[in-house]
Each structure stands twice: as C-alpha cells, then as structure tokens.
C-alpha cells in the first residue's frame, strides 16, 4: 500500500465550478500536512498547510480528519489558472521527511 | 524568497558517466533533499541531509551517492549513469525545526538523460 494516495483524474470542470480532491495516508504518527501545486514541467510548490482544525486561504479550503487519516482540498470559483497537479504530502515520523503522493491532475476549461 | 539553484535545468550523458548535479540554497537552511520524479511514481527521495558532512539514505539510494561539505550546497552523484536514473531531479530545502515542518521549498528542477 502507498504511504499517501491520491485519485490520479484528470478532474475536468468548468470555470466557476467547485472541486474537491481527497487523499489518504497510511502513517498514523504523521505530524504535518500539505498541499502542494506542481504545474506542467515545473518544479513543486507549496499551496498551503492544512492544520487539524481546518484552514482557508483565499478559495482554497484544506481539512484534516485523523481518525479516518484523510486530507481533503476544496477548490471554489475555479480558475483557468488553477488547472495543475496537486500533490498530497504528509511528514514521516522525525518529522523533517516529507512523502509525496502522485498527485490529482485538474483541468479547468472555459 | 528562498532560492533554491540548480546548476542545470536539461543534461544528456552517455552511460557509464560520472554525472554531478548541484544544488545551492542561499536561506541558511539545516536541512537539504533529493528526490528523483517519474511518471505514475511521484517523487521519491533519494537521500538527503540535516547538517554539514551529514547524509542519510532515502527510499532510492542505490546508485547515487551525496556531499554536502558547506551548509548552502548539496550535490548528487551518479557514481555510473544508468538509462534508468534518466529522470527529473529535484533538489529541495527546508529550515524546519525539531518538530514542525513548514515544507520545503524546491529548486527548478534537472531533466536528465541517459543515453
């Protein structure tokens, strides 16, 4: 089983609309959480960091459920721009090691 | 912003090549990494390194090895490049402490090619 799981897509929505992306990690001792953006070709960069009791920034909502070890991403109004890939991370223990999911392909279209 | 440089963005070896790919990250940060990307794998992590002449294996050691002789700089090394260690490489770095991560801030990116 993979440390962090993520549902590939691609997820195709119109402008406007509402996505969710969730992932699932296998390490119940995982102590941080992010959300990264990975656009084509381009190196990883940090979206946000999603804390236990849920957080927004902007459009972007990210929440945490440890019982069930899930991560959820809430894109609303969506934008041209946001079509990326987004990749789930979860720490190791010892906390500095971050895993990577594969990552959820979006498309957003006029 | 934190930089994070890697010397190349595209290279081409032949195999058997000694190959070195260099990263320099100008925060002060601990703590440096490489992984490798790969289509359907995500990146793994190669080895990476918490302080100077410090280096600890990660997923996918075999075949590379690292030197980090000065804080801001974190090389990988393929010992005898592979067509299977053709790959994205991806140097990242982060100056998170004993308990909290803040994740890693990831340079550019070298596309590397064995032929």
């Known amino acids: 089983r993979k440390e962090v799981e993520q549902d590939p897509g691609p997820f195709n929505v119109p402008e406007g609309a509402t996505v969710a992306f969730n992932c699932t990690y296998s390490?119940?001792?995982?102590?941080?959480f992010f959300w990264y953006r990975q656009d084509c070709r381009k190196e990883p960069k940090l979206l946000m960091s999603?804390?236990?009791s849920g957080n927004e920034d902007g459009r972007f909502t990210a929440q945490l459920n440890r019982a069930s070890q899930y991560i959820s991403l809430l894109i609303r109004d969506s934008k041209l721009s946001d079509s990326a890939t987004y990749l789930c991370?979860?720490?190791?223990?010892?906390?500095?090691?971050?895993?990577f999911g594969t990552g959820t392909r979006l498309l957003v279209s006029p | 912003d934190v930089k994070v440089t890697q010397s190349s963005r595209y290279l081409v070896k032949r195999t058997g090549e000694k190959v070195f790919l260099e990263c320099v990250q100008d925060?002060?940060?601990?703590?440096m990494f490489w992984y490798r990307q790969d289509p359907g794998l995500g990146l793994r992590l190669i080895y990476f390194?918490?302080?100077?002449?410090?280096?600890e294996k990660g997923d996918i050691p075999e075949g590379y090895s690292v030197s980090r002789e000065k804080k801001e700089r974190f090389s990988l090394i393929l010992e005898s490049a592979s067509t299977n260690q053709t790959s994205m490489y991806l140097c990242?770095?982060?100056?998170?402490?004993?308990?909290?991560?803040?994740?890693?801030?990831f340079g550019s990116g070298t596309r590397l090619t064995v032929v």
């Open positions: 925060m002060d940060h601990e703590n």
């Open positions: 999603v804390y236990s």
């Open positions: 991370v979860v720490s190791r223990t010892g906390f500095q090691k971050l895993v």
């Open positions: 390490n119940s001792a995982s102590q941080s």
């Open positions: 390194s918490y302080d100077v002449k410090m280096k």
């Open positions: 990242a770095s982060s100056g998170a402490g004993q308990r909290v991560n803040y994740g890693y801030t």
